[in-house]
């Protein structure tokens, strides 16, 4: 059993997430823009940190909605790094805000986000990471990992003997295609 499949259920903070989310393919665009959002943010953290903070992020974040992040300016820049209730990191947030701008473009070109991942469904975890280096900022290879296994673009998210994993297989997720 993964390390995380063993920790997380009965986790107060860990298990909502473990059991309805992680893994889980998902398709809608603000809910694949919090999850890259999140982990962005987790970089250098913990798990547990994010997750506790998810809502006010969600708050400060306008909700995740793509199109409202990627308009924000100089004043909510400000006014996200004053925000104690998230994670105040200059070079996440400038990322946060640059990658929602880069999710409108792949939208433009390939539909949606999903689109563009789609498109370029299937690579290996370093192709992946390359090519999200080339596009977006701040995602290193333990980002871009979890990313995807939290999509269902690449195993991991659950062990095969975790009640989750037979939940998630019926769903086809992309890395079981």
């Not at 009965?10 to 982990?39: I, S, W």
């Not at 004053?82 to 939208?107: C, E, M, S």
């Not at 939290?150 to 009640?163: I, K, Q, T, V």
């Not at 994993?165 to 997720?173: E, G, H, K, S, W």
Request: contains cysteine; hydrophobic residues 45%.
């Amino acid at each position: 059993m993964s390390a995380y499949c063993a920790f997380a259920p009965g986790n107060p903070v860990h298990q909502h997430y473990h059991a309805h989310e992680h893994g889980f393919p998902k398709r809608d665009e603000t809910v694949m823009f919090e999850r890259l959002c999140m982990e962005i943010m987790q970089a250098g953290l913990s798990w547990e940190i994010v997750l506790k903070r998810r809502a006010t992020m969600n708050a400060a974040f306008a909700g995740f909605a793509v199109d409202r992040v990627a308009a924000f300016d100089d004043a909510d820049r400000t006014r996200l790094l004053a925000d104690p209730g998230i994670i105040r990191n200059r070079l996440k947030v400038d990322a946060i805000i640059n990658n929602a701008r880069t999710v409108q473009g792949l939208q433009q070109s390939h539909g949606s986000f999903d689109g563009w991942l789609a498109a370029h469904h299937p690579r290996d975890k370093a192709a992946w990471v390359k090519l999200f280096r080339a596009t977006f900022r701040f995602t290193g290879g333990e980002i871009v990992g979890e990313f995807l296994m939290s999509l269902g673009y690449l195993p991991g998210a659950h062990a095969a003997d975790c009640p989750v994993f037979a939940t998630i297989a019926p769903l086809q997720p992309a890395w079981s295609r």
